[in-house]
């Protein structure tokens, strides 16, 4: 999230406002969040990855390093 943020300057599902909202949002929710376009394909990626619906399916902290976002040369 704080990824999201500082690359969009928002967070996800600040719309929603108060946090009942967005757990109610979330708890309804069946596919994983849309990503708002960026020209960086991995840093898509990585965020995908990151805010999935099923927590299961996230990446843990060594798959999160180890992202080519993260590892790239810049």
């Not at 929710?29 to 849309?34: I, P």
């Not at 099923?54 to 976002?69: A, G, K």
Request: hydrophobic fraction near 30%.
């Amino acid at each position: 999230i704080i990824l999201f943020e500082m690359v969009f300057g928002f967070r996800p599902l600040q719309y929603l406002g108060n946090s009942e909202r967005k757990i109610s949002f979330l708890g309804r929710l069946r596919r994983d969040m849309n990503i708002p376009y960026h020209p960086d394909r991995e840093l898509r990626d990585i965020l995908r990855r990151c805010l999935r619906s099923n927590h299961r399916r996230r990446p843990d902290t060594e798959e999160i390093l180890n992202h080519p976002f993260l590892t790239r040369p810049r």
